[in-house]
């Protein structure tokens, strides 16, 4: 490799960082997040003498695998095991960049090979990570654990997968890697896979033992990440190996809710044919249907309700799908749904119809609609107060001069 790894820190540090946040919220209830930085990451090297620059030349020449350059540096007195100020060494550059020769003579030099980044990542993650086959077998051989876990939680086996690297996931499952391991937001390496659209991976994970209905800190199951990361493959592929497709999160929610909102028909079309219940209710009792209304996807609206979505359906504040079509002003969407029968004066809990609720937010194209479906301009909510009462309170002139 030419270009120094300068244009590859933006993506790594975002990758590592997303989850170390997530760690260090955990951590912030207790005073202690610094004493506890200090005991979970690695120690940098101190009592170095030389240089940075030099020290940076050490990492330059490891990524571009000039094993030569390494060898002068090296006699020179540089540290081999100097880390960079993402905690890099020589040895994680190699390994990332595949230069196994230089790999070899690093560590018959003496490298350290468990060393941890800043990230808590061995030469070993970064190799999966970039899918470095030759590397990481010949890491395992040489006794690299696999035991270590990234601040986020995450194992080498996690990153391969997470990257389609089939090969580094069959070395490392080879030796003994967990198919079912988990991070700190207890992802699998088959939430990984899934999430990303890496089937390949998902299947050779199933085929080691990993579980298709596994569930993170959240009740997700791979299935209901491949569909909240809109990946048709992934939803195809996780149902044919007998994924649950009704299966709840914590708050409830299926894999047709989470891509109800999104309109994909050829994913609502997957899950649906594979069983998914169309008036699901989650804790709030939200179907799918409220959702595609309140997001105004027509296309879902229509599958939905095809699929026996109940247009009558009540949430815990008595709306109906037309009440959260209503709401946020998806005029096509109330027109579905008033086309195929949708009461249009239901009321909510506190006895708003659809037209209250567009009359005090003050979406006219919403108003004439409903106005024209025959809703009735007289009714009052449970403060007496008609879809009138409420334009002129909220002073929406053009709801006004739809109303009078």
Same mark, same amino acid.
């Given at each position: 490799?030419?270009?120094?790894?300068?244009?590859?820190?933006?993506?790594?540090?975002?990758?590592?960082? $997303?989850?170390?946040?997530?760690?260090?919220?955990?951590?912030?209830?207790?005073?202690?997040?610094?004493?506890? /930085?200090?005991?979970? !990451?690695?120690?940098?090297?101190?009592?170095?003498?030389?240089?940075?620059?030099? %020290?940076?030349?050490?990492? /330059?020449?490891?990524?571009?695998?000039?094993?030569?350059?390494?060898?002068?540096?090296?006699?020179?007195?540089?540290?081999?095991?100097?880390?960079?100020?993402?905690? !890099?060494?020589?040895?994680?550059?190699?390994?990332?960049?595949? +230069?196994?020769?230089? $790999?070899?003579?690093?560590? &018959?030099?003496?490298? #350290?090979?468990?060393?941890?980044?800043?990230?808590?990542?061995?030469?070993?993650?970064?190799?999966?990570?970039?899918?470095?086959?030759?590397?990481?077998?010949?890491?395992?051989?040489?006794?690299?654990?696999?035991?270590?876990?990234? =601040?986020?939680?995450?194992?080498?086996? &996690?990153?391969?997968?997470? +990257?389609?690297?089939?090969?580094?996931?069959?070395?490392?499952?080879?030796?003994?890697?967990?198919? @079912?391991?988990?991070?700190?937001?207890?992802?699998?390496?088959?939430?990984?896979?899934?999430?990303?659209?890496?089937?390949?991976?998902?299947?050779?994970?199933?085929? =080691?033992?990993?579980?298709?209905? @596994?569930? #993170?800190?959240?009740?997700?199951?791979?299935? /209901?990440?491949?569909?909240?990361? /809109?990946?048709?493959?992934?939803v195809a592929h996780l149902l044919s190996r007998g994924a649950d497709v009704n *299966?709840?999160?914590?708050?409830?929610?299926?894999?047709?809710?989470?891509? *109800?909102? *999104?309109?994909?028909?050829?994913?609502?079309?997957?899950?649906?044919?594979?069983?998914?219940?169309? #008036?699901? *209710?989650?804790?709030?009792?939200?179907?799918?249907? +409220?959702?595609a209304a309140g997001v105004g996807s027509c296309v879902a609206v229509h599958l939905?309700?095809?699929?026996?979505?109940?247009? @009558?359906?009540?949430?815990?504040?008595?709306?109906?799908?037309?009440?959260?079509?209503?709401?946020?002003?998806?005029?096509?969407?109330?027109?579905?749904?008033? +086309?195929?029968?949708? @009461? $249009?004066?239901?009321?909510?809990?506190?006895?708003?119809?659809?037209? &209250?609720?567009?009359?005090?937010?003050?979406?006219?194209?919403?108003?004439?609609?409903?106005?024209?479906?025959?809703? #009735?301009?007289?009714?009052?909510?449970? !403060?007496?107060?008609?879809?009138?009462?409420?334009?002129?309170?909220?002073? %929406?002139?053009?709801?006004?001069?739809?109303?009078?």
């Amino acid at each position: 490799m030419a270009a120094g790894p300068e244009v590859f820190w933006k993506w790594m540090e975002l990758h590592d960082s $997303v989850s170390l946040h997530a760690v260090e919220k955990r951590w912030r209830r207790t005073p202690s997040l610094k004493e506890w /930085q200090l005991q979970r !990451w690695p120690r940098f090297q101190s009592g170095v003498h030389h240089p940075a620059m030099d %020290q940076s030349k050490l990492h /330059q020449a490891a990524w571009t695998g000039c094993l030569e350059q390494v060898k002068a540096l090296l006699k020179a007195g540089i540290s081999i095991d100097c880390q960079d100020p993402q905690g !890099w060494t020589a040895l994680h550059y190699a390994a990332f960049c595949g +230069h196994l020769a230089l $790999v070899k003579f690093l560590l &018959h030099r003496g490298a #350290d090979i468990n060393s941890r980044d800043l990230f808590a990542c061995t030469p070993l993650h970064r190799a999966a990570w970039n899918g470095q086959t030759a590397v990481v077998e010949y890491l395992l051989q040489l006794g690299a654990s696999q035991e270590i876990r990234s =601040c986020s939680g995450k194992a080498p086996l &996690h990153l391969a997968a997470a +990257h389609g690297h089939l090969g580094a996931a069959q070395a490392l499952l080879r030796h003994g890697a967990q198919a @079912d391991g988990r991070d700190v937001n207890r992802w699998t390496p088959l939430h990984w896979a899934a999430f990303n659209g890496q089937l390949p991976t998902a299947d050779l994970l199933l085929g =080691c033992g990993a579980a298709v209905n @596994d569930r #993170d800190s959240n009740g997700m199951s791979p299935l /209901q990440l491949a569909a909240l990361a /809109q990946s048709e493959p992934s939803v195809a592929h996780l149902l044919s190996r007998g994924a649950d497709v009704n *299966a709840k999160t914590e708050n409830g929610q299926t894999a047709l809710h989470l891509c *109800a909102a *999104a309109g994909n028909k050829k994913i609502i079309q997957q899950l649906l044919t594979g069983g998914a219940a169309a #008036d699901e *209710a989650d804790k709030e009792l939200v179907t799918p249907l +409220h959702l595609a209304a309140g997001v105004g996807s027509c296309v879902a609206v229509h599958l939905l309700i095809l699929h026996g979505g109940a247009l @009558d359906a009540r949430d815990l504040l008595h709306m109906t799908p037309l009440h959260h079509s209503a709401l946020r002003g998806n005029a096509e969407a109330a027109k579905l749904l008033l +086309h195929y029968g949708a @009461d $249009v004066n239901a009321k909510e809990r506190l006895g708003k119809t659809a037209l &209250h609720l567009a009359s005090e937010r003050g979406h006219s194209k919403m108003l004439k609609l409903l106005l024209d479906k025959g809703a #009735d301009a007289s009714l009052e909510t449970h !403060w007496k107060e008609t879809a009138l009462d409420l334009a002129l309170e909220n002073k %929406q002139s053009g709801a006004l001069q739809v109303i009078q």
